[in-house]
């Protein structure tokens, strides 16, 4: 049915899912470890081959469709275009960064974590791949449910209801998004699933009123934007940190990605129509979560509560539609992937050594850890957009956008930047600076190993931050297939 | 024909085995090898090879539908024998005779899968519900089960007499009992025939404990024998839905503007209260029991709709529902505990069993990869194709995002929360591997649903 392995988008599904599978044979803890992450890399390693075969020449290695469900107009379509390509890059690179960083941590049940990690790997690249309705409706679920058992399974105190409430959250959001899917197949002119099909869909101003909301509704509480959000600093604070990863640094992208792939395409008039709206919202949640972050005293929930605030920056671009913002906000959707991913790291490694991850009872970490505070502090400065890192790029093109749409968003929007510099600057003043307490008396640099990840992500940082062009290559045709279909 | 004949004859093979067997252990065997033969001569009749050649007039037609209805009910029979069929025995002393009502049960079920007359329908329904009153009532000593019995007995009996009331009705308003011949719609709408629809409708959501004719439900359930409640929950209601589907169908069908907001009103309020109510069980018994009432409010989506779509997806669901929920009470009788905090721990001391019940549950959410989500999928597609009344599928999948809050109780239970001694009395290898194999099936179905609806020529 679906066994071949000769395309690229097949195998960059198979390759996780049979990972994890295998993973959960592996009783042996090291084993399992070694397993995983050398499957990750061999994931990774395939994605990089992938790029070789960009070209219109080789289309038929990067496309794909197996008979799979006939009689109601489904098929097992994947697609690797520019759009997809970014975001499987990033799923491909996190995944052995993440589990490099946390090697050190062990698990309860290791086989099945590392088992659950992997297929949610899978469910996510079949997320970014998806080119049939149906199919990428399995796989929006199919991620979703290894992410449930391994919060409620490994993470901290409250984690059963932190992951019930996300999960309920997440579940009913697809429910309506399945309605509009449902509606929107019935009204194609074949009868079929296809994302081709899908776009040739012909729909009144009203029914794309009311379908927009049953998708955006689904994709805003995956993001999440203000007011779906409410889910997310809980299940943050209470995944373990290498969930919290994929969660914040991958997860919350399936909602854009969907929302550009499946939303702004097929509904153009009801995105005219709401477009305030939606930005207007985005930006509600950008200084919310800006202001509430500026208080938090708990490392993960203000790392969480930054998250929120840069999400929405991305959220609003995506209704700005023009060319700029979108490649920017492309762009930024790995970018923004990466450095959270390297906030993660450093909260993680504080927490490992000294088990707290309170703001106001650490201090001094930098004469203990110099090499751990220029990281971070790297880190952080990408975080916040500064010039020649990575984010700037994206996100100053997404400020162009946002401002050539209306200046008052931008401005907005640009006040939750200052706030999110003041809240950044201020937890690396607390934590690594001033006077060493009896806690972070003890702390020790890091080890090599912990060193080398966080050095291969601010390198990535600088890289990209400097010579972004292989990355805006890889997504121009797309975001220009976009914006044509706007334009035309 | 040769179900219906067979599933009689082996009744009364089973109650003779009693006689001869006593309460052994082999009459087990007696009664799997029983459903294996029904399900190889139900087969045979599918494909075109019949033992009997009976003069039926017309009463009984033999669409492969409501054939491939029977597989599905026989399959899982067979399943819920093999899982459950030494707790059948230790109800009471008369094992053979719980064998041969279920057999009986089974003739009734291939009546009503194929009945082309209202008297059919009526002997059918009948053939299924009298054995069902025994059933809920055999464990003697135990109040809740005298309760039960009485208490369905009672509300079986008042539908039953709605039921007659609204076929002699129809019978003054069209002059027949046949279904076909009945030529509804071409003729103007008498008061007559309009009440005997009503009445019809009432009585097939007493059967089907559709609200607001579900009370009877939540405590025939809790007070039988846990092994019977599944027996009842499943295959029994998933043929009233069939004799449901194919009396609106090939007798109203015409009529369905007439009855569909009728039906659109039961459907809305069975999901709402079985899925509300559910939240607020503290027993897994009395949650399936209304999980039962809520999946039944999906199933009533296909008589709603009344299309190809719905009927494949009453098949599917019939199906999925029936696999998860055998699997689910086989496990549910191994607990020594029917609480969720029953459930705690069982992860650590079973993991075959929890892992498996785990599938089950979100085939029962209706969550991706399972038949769960294809018969739920099936479901909303066909009400939607009706391009009438959208607030039905709003409310059935608000409905479907409320159900998962119950269900995950479980899984919650059995894998985030720790008990120190087994939850779970032993069980051999075997239990679990068939376990294994019907939690496979769910999700053979979860990939390929056509597996088992393009066996169905339309």
Redesign the interface.
């Known amino acids: 049915?679906f066994a071949a392995f000769d395309n690229f988008p097949a195998l960059l599904i198979w390759l996780p899912l049979i990972g994890g599978l295998l993973s959960f044979f592996i009783k042996n803890e090291r084993s399992v470890k070694a397993w995983s992450l050398f499957s990750s890399i061999l994931t990774l390693a395939l994605f990089a081959v992938s790029l070789f075969y960009t070209d219109q020449k080789h289309y038929a290695l990067n496309s794909v469709s197996y008979v799979w469900?006939?009689?109601?107009g489904s098929s097992f379509a994947l697609l690797l275009d520019g759009m997809s390509r970014i975001l499987c890059l990033l799923t491909a690179v996190s995944f052995p960064l993440i589990f490099a960083s946390t090697y050190s941590s062990s698990y309860r049940n290791p086989n099945a974590f590392y088992g659950l990690m992997l297929l949610t790997q899978c469910g996510l690249m079949g997320v970014f791949l998806a080119v049939d309705a149906l199919a990428f409706?399995?796989f929006w679920?199919?991620a979703l449910?290894p992410a449930y058992?391994l919060v409620?399974?490994w993470g901290g105190e409250r984690?059963?209801q932190a992951a019930?409430k996300f999960?309920?959250y997440t579940?009913?959001g697809s429910?309506?998004l399945?309605?509009g899917i449902?509606?929107v197949?019935?009204k194609t002119p074949d009868q079929s699933f296809s994302l081709v099909s899908f776009y040739q869909v012909q729909l009144t101003a009203g029914e794309q009123g009311w379908l927009f909301w049953m998708f955006f509704v689904a994709f805003a509480i995956k993001m999440p934007i203000f007011p779906f959000h409410t889910w997310q600093p809980d299940a943050y604070e209470q995944s373990p940190t290498a969930v919290t990863m994929v969660l914040s640094g991958i997860m919350v992208k399936m909602g854009l990605f969907a929302t550009l792939r499946w939303l702004i395409v097929m509904f153009p008039d009801a995105v005219r129509q709401f477009d305030n709206v939606v930005i207007g919202l985005s930006i509600v949640g950008m200084l919310y979560a800006s202001c509430v972050a500026l208080v938090q005293d708990d490392l993960k929930r203000l790392v969480a509560y930054s998250s929120i605030a840069h999400i929405g920056l991305m959220a609003a671009s995506v209704f700005t539609l023009n060319l700029l913002s979108l490649q920017g906000l492309l762009v930024q959707m790995f970018n923004h992937g990466i450095n959270i991913i390297g906030l993660w790291i450093v909260v993680f490694l504080i927490e490992k050594q000294t088990g707290i991850r309170k703001i106001s009872q650490l201090g001094g970490l930098a004469q203990k850890a110099p090499a751990l505070a220029i990281m971070l502090v790297i880190i952080a400065l990408a975080n916040i957009a500064l010039p020649l890192t990575n984010a700037f790029v994206g996100e100053f093109m997404m400020f162009a956008g946002l401002y050539k749409f209306s200046p008052w968003y931008a401005a907005a929007a640009g006040l939750s930047i200052i706030l999110s510099a003041v809240y950044t600057l201020n937890m690396i003043k607390n934590v690594f600076y001033g006077n060493l307490n009896a806690v972070t008396q003890g702390f020790k640099e890091i080890v090599l190993h912990e060193g080398v990840i966080l050095a291969m992500i601010v390198v990535l940082i600088f890289f990209v931050g400097v010579y972004p062009e292989p990355m805006f290559n890889m997504i121009r045709s797309a975001s220009e297939m976009i914006i044509g279909k706007f334009i035309k | 024909m040769n179900a219906i004949i067979l599933s009689a004859v082996l009744g009364v093979v089973m109650m003779y085995t009693g006689i001869a067997m006593k309460n052994s252990p082999s009459v087990k065997y007696v009664a799997i090898a029983g459903v294996l033969l029904l399900i190889v001569s139900n087969w045979l009749e599918f494909a075109g090879i019949s033992f009997f050649s009976i003069d039926l007039k017309g009463m009984l037609s033999f669409t492969s539908f409501g054939l491939l209805f029977n597989t599905v009910a026989f399959v899982s029979t067979l399943i819920y024998f093999l899982l459950s069929g030494s707790d059948v025995q230790q109800v009471g002393k008369n094992g053979a005779d719980y064998y041969a009502l279920m057999f009986f049960v089974l003739c009734g079920v291939s009546i009503v899968s194929s009945f082309q007359s209202l008297l059919m329908l009526f002997i059918g329904i009948e053939i299924i519900s009298i054995p069902l009153y025994i059933l809920a009532g055999s464990d003697k000593r135990n109040l809740k089960s005298n309760e039960a019995s009485l208490k369905y007995f009672l509300m079986g009996s008042f539908s039953t007499g709605l039921m007659l009331m609204g076929i002699t009705l129809l019978y003054g308003g069209t002059g027949t009992f046949y279904l076909s011949g009945m030529n509804l719609g071409g003729v103007v709408m008498t008061p007559l025939v309009g009440l005997g629809i009503v009445l019809m409708m009432i009585s097939m959501a007493f059967k089907a404990s559709a609200a607001p004719f579900h009370f009877w439900t939540p405590d025939v359930y809790d007070g039988s024998p846990t092994v019977f409640t599944s027996f009842m929950a499943t295959i029994v209601k998933a043929a009233v839905f069939v004799a449901f589907l194919r009396l609106f169908e090939n007798g109203f069908g015409k009529l369905q503007s007439t009855w569909q907001l009728m039906a659109a009103i039961i459907t809305a309020l069975t999901l709402i209260i079985g899925n509300i109510t559910a939240v607020f069980q503290q027993s897994v018994k009395r949650m399936l029991a209304y999980s039962s009432i809520a999946q039944a409010g999906f199933m009533m989506l296909a008589v709603f709709a009344l299309n190809t779509m719905g009927k494949q997806g009453l098949l599917l669901y019939s199906a999925a529902y029936c696999l998860a929920t055998i699997g689910l009470f086989a496990v549910l009788i191994k607990m020594k505990d029917y609480t969720y905090d029953g459930f705690n721990g069982l992860a650590r001391h079973e993991p075959v069993l929890a892992f498996t019940s785990t599938i089950f549950l979100l085939s029962l959410a209706g969550i991706p990869l399972t038949a769960g989500f294809f018969s739920k999928y099936y479901m909303l597609v066909a009400a939607m194709k009706t391009g009438q009344m959208f607030w039905l599928v709003i409310v059935a999948v608000v409905c479907a995002a409320i159900s998962v809050y119950y269900y995950f109780r479980v899984i919650q239970s059995m894998y985030f929360k720790d008990a120190e001694v087994t939850p779970a009395v032993a069980v051999g290898s075997g239990f679990k591997a068939l376990l294994v194999i019907t939690a496979g099936m769910v999700i053979l179905l979860g990939i390929k649903p056509g597996l088992l609806l393009n066996l169905m020529s339309i």
Request: no cysteine; proline share 4%; hydrophobic share 70%.
């Open positions: 049915m469900l006939p009689e109601i409706y399995f679920e199919l449910i058992f409620s399974q984690r059963i019930f999960f309920i579940f009913a429910l309506f399945l309605i449902i509606y197949y019935l």
